[in-house]
Nanobody, 127 residues
Framework: QVQLVESGGGLVQAGGSLTLSCAAS????????MGWFRQAPGKERDIVAAINRSGTGTFYADSVKGRFTISRDTAKNTVFLQMNSLEPEDTAVFYC????????????????????WGQGTQVTVSS
């Protein structure tokens, strides 16, 4: 089992920044590819960003490219999502997810690929 706990959400004005953190415990963090998803009211839970085991490969949804950065600190068992230039359309509950990965180079963008999920953290961007 892997336990994931997100933090760092909150209320921010448009144009502002937030950094989300996801602390992992229970298994060897370095064996897991990680992802950030978000779900707005009445919408599906969609991929925002993903990172492979080694941290050398990343993916971003088109809507956040150039504004969000995903990273991981294996020593701290934590994955981060730095969010800049936030827009009201970014308002959602953000979820961290983990998937055991045999290969170090692959990241995953499908919600169904992930085995473990955090409880979510609310991000609200006011206009």
């Amino acid at each position: 089992q892997v336990q994931l706990v997100e933090s760092g959400g909150g209320l921010v004005q448009a144009g502002g920044s937030l950094t989300l953190s996801c602390a992992a415990s229970g298994r060897t963090f370095g064996n897991y590819a990680m992802g950030w998803f978000r779900q707005a009211p009445g919408k599906e839970r969609d991929i925002v960003a993903a990172i492979n085991r080694s941290g050398t490969g990343t993916f971003y949804a088109d809507s956040v490219k150039g504004r969000f950065t995903i990273s991981r600190d294996t020593a701290k068992n934590t994955v981060f999502l730095q969010m800049n230039s936030l827009e009201p359309e970014d308002t959602a509950v953000f979820y961290c997810a983990a998937k055991f990965a045999y290969g170090s180079s692959q990241y995953y963008t499908s919600r169904s690929a992930y085995n473990y999920w955090g409880q979510g953290t609310q991000v609200t961007v006011s206009s």
